[in-house]
Structures are given as C-alpha cells and as structure tokens.
C-alpha cells in the first residue's frame, strides 16, 4: 500500500534535547510537507520542500530543522531553541505542477510531550 | 490577511440526522477547497476538492458545496453515523502550490446514539 509513514507515534523528551522525527512517503510525490497541530487551532506549516535538496520554512520554522537527501525522506528535528515544542506533528506530501491535483496525503502523526 | 473561518467551532447531533458544517474564506487568489476529516490522534483525510468552476462534489454520504463569490463552502453530511464523529478541517489553496495552503481550524462533530 502507498502512503506515508510517520515514527515514532509517541515521544517524549527533556527539556533541551533535541528530536528527530522521521517521514517517509511511497507515493512518488515530488513535495513534502511538516505541519504542528496544537489544540483547537489549524495546521501550522513549518517547512516544505518541492524537490530533493531543497526546502522552504513555513510560517513557524523558528526551532525546527528538516533535510531532504531523498525523496522519499523528509526527517523533522525539533531543536532545544523550540520553546513550546510539545504538539502533534503532521507531515504531509503532494504531486507538484497541475492545478487541482495537489491533495495533500497525510501520515498519522507524531505526538511530542516535553517533560 | 489570508483566512479560513470554520463554523460551528463544535456540533452534536443524533445517529440517523443531517448536519451542515460552514467555511468561510478571505484567501486569494483561489486554486481550490478541500475538506479533509480527522479522527483524534490521526492524520487528515480527504473528503472532497473543488477548484473554482464547480459547484457540488459529492464523496458518499458527504456532499459539499462552493460559491466563490461570496467566498463560501459548506459540508453536508447526511443520515450521520458514529463513524462520523471526527473534526473536518477546510483548506483553501492560494496556487498550485500546496505550500500555499491555508487552514480552518476545524469543526469537532460529535455523533451520539
């Protein structure tokens, strides 16, 4: 089956390390996405990348860094500089280049705890 | 300010009855909407899409609806099921782009027996 996967489900971490969460699509889709989901809020986009080796920040890139070495990998870190890193983390990915066919696919989430 | 409003922020209803949820947007320019429903603690899922053309796509039990004039959408769900319990999330999308996407924050659909 073609889809994305998401590890771990769950984590926790300690204030000041920093953590890494992996991706992985099998659906040959160009771009990939890494979204935070908090409460009662929207998705809030915090990198993307459209092509292998090169990625864009979203809105709140601030603390996170990502990489994408291949294209069916886009590894999320959120760093210690995050200061409110405890959230669910969603990463998505999408064909690219014609209008209308860019339905995101998603994982199933990753939920980060800070103790 | 590119926004997607989503009302109501929450819903209750009876197996067996119909519920409209509404969506709201002031992004531009417009590519497309979709609505995507999300179990707790689950990814989004994709119900329906429409870009500027169409006027009614149905998925199933889902049909949902698009002026894009006033810049409105809703979702209709029908005959509703326990399985229907889920937040159904509206994005809107600037260009082809789906970096450029921006999202509702989502209506929580209770179902009860």
């Known amino acids: 089956d073609g889809g994305i996967t998401q590890s771990p489900k769950y984590l926790f971490r300690k204030e000041g390390q920093n953590v890494t969460l992996s991706c992985e699509q099998n659906?040959?889709?160009?771009?990939m996405y890494w979204y935070r989901q908090d409460p009662g809020q929207g998705l809030r986009l915090i990198y993307y990348s459209q092509i292998v080796n090169d990625f864009q920040k979203g809105d709140i890139a601030e603390g996170y860094s990502v990489s994408r070495e291949k294209k069916e990998s886009f590894p999320l870190t959120v760093t210690s500089a995050q200061k409110n890193p405890t959230a669910f983390y969603l990463c998505?990915?999408?064909?690219?280049?014609?209008?209308?066919?860019?339905?995101?696919?998603f994982g199933a989430g990753s939920r980060l705890t800070v103790l | 300010k590119n926004q997607v409003e989503q009302s109501p922020q929450s819903l209750i209803i009876l197996e067996g009855k119909n519920c409209t949820l509404q969506?709201?947007?002031?992004?531009?320019?417009?590519?497309?909407l979709r609505w995507y429903k999300q179990d707790t603690g689950r990814g989004p899922v994709s119900l329906t899409i429409m870009t500027f053309s169409e006027n009614t796509k149905s998925n199933g039990r889902y049909t949902a609806t698009l002026d894009a004039d006033t810049k409105q959408s809703s979702l209709h769900i029908t005959a509703s099921q326990l399985s229907d319990s889920a937040s159904y999330i509206c994005v809107v999308m600037r260009n082809t782009n789906a970096g450029k996407s921006t999202f509702g924050d989502g209506t929580t659909l209770t179902v009860k027996p």
């Open positions: 969506c709201n947007y002031t992004v531009s320019p417009f590519s497309n």
């Open positions: 998505a990915s999408s064909p690219t280049g014609t209008t209308g066919a860019n339905v995101l696919t």
């Open positions: 659906l040959n889709h160009d771009a």
